[in-house]
């Protein structure tokens, strides 16, 4: 199947550094990507949608000055983490759709994550 | 949004059949049912999708009866690899819409 790469997998940075999140979709050129933030023990959280060409959505509650995306191409997402603090420390997964899968196919390719630490 | 309920967890034996249920009373006309695997820091894996009736795929059967208010995803014969967080979800398939994950079920296969 499709495959959804990230990087970096893991990055330890100091409160108040960006640190930025590469989302890419390996063999199909995905229009939209998703961001999402999964703390410990808990579920995956939507964060925004991000569009190829245009402004990301963002859900509410997320701060889109904090968490910027940029979605500059058919197989790249990325997301920075602006002044980031250690409230920030979360796992941070993306997913692509693939717009040529079918309904009883696997439509939406997570990537394998990226966890942050900020100290 | 179609919300979804899932039991927060289950214990199973390897080798037995572990069937979940989730409920989904609010699904829409368009939306899919899709549920996926997650092993802690890893990404989430999808194991099957369907609309309705039932789908089988070498890994899991999914039923969904015809009211399409719930399903049951069906791993046959588990082993202790399968010890992970199932998630069901509920959502159009269209490009733009993104699938909202619910609290999932916590699976512990043990010998």
């Known amino acids: 199947g499709a495959v959804v790469s990230q990087h970096p997998s893991r990055v330890i940075c100091k409160s108040g550094t960006s640190v930025k999140i590469e989302c890419r979709s390996l063999d199909f050129q995905a229009t939209t990507m998703f961001w999402y933030r999964q703390f410990p023990k808990q579920s995956l959280m939507l964060m925004a949608t991000?569009?190829?060409?245009?402004?990301?959505?963002?859900e509410q509650g997320v701060e889109k000055d904090k968490f910027l995306i940029n979605h500059a191409s058919l197989t790249l997402s990325t997301l920075t983490v602006t002044s980031a603090h250690p409230e920030d420390s979360s796992f941070y997964i993306c997913?692509?759709?693939?717009?040529?899968?079918?309904?009883?196919?696997?439509?939406?390719?997570f990537g394998p994550g990226t966890r942050l630490l900020v100290l | 949004l179609a919300k979804t309920t899932q039991p927060i967890s289950m214990d199973s034996y390897e080798g037995q059949e572990v069937n979940i249920t989730c409920s989904h009373n609010n699904i829409a006309t368009n939306d899919y049912i899709t549920w996926y695997q997650q092993f802690p820091s890893q990404g989430p894996r999808f194991i099957i999708q369907g609309y309705k009736t039932k789908v089988t795929n070498e890994v899991a059967s999914l039923f969904i009866p015809a009211d399409r208010k719930s399903s049951t995803l069906s791993l046959p014969r588990v082993s202790l690899s399968d010890t992970a967080v199932y998630y069901c979800l509920v959502g159009d398939l269209a490009p733009g819409y993104a699938l909202n994950f619910g609290k999932g079920t916590s699976l512990l296969v043990t010998p």
């Open positions: 991000s569009n190829e060409g245009s402004k990301a959505t963002y």
């Open positions: 997913s692509a759709r693939d717009p040529l899968s079918s309904g009883l196919e696997e439509t939406q390719y």
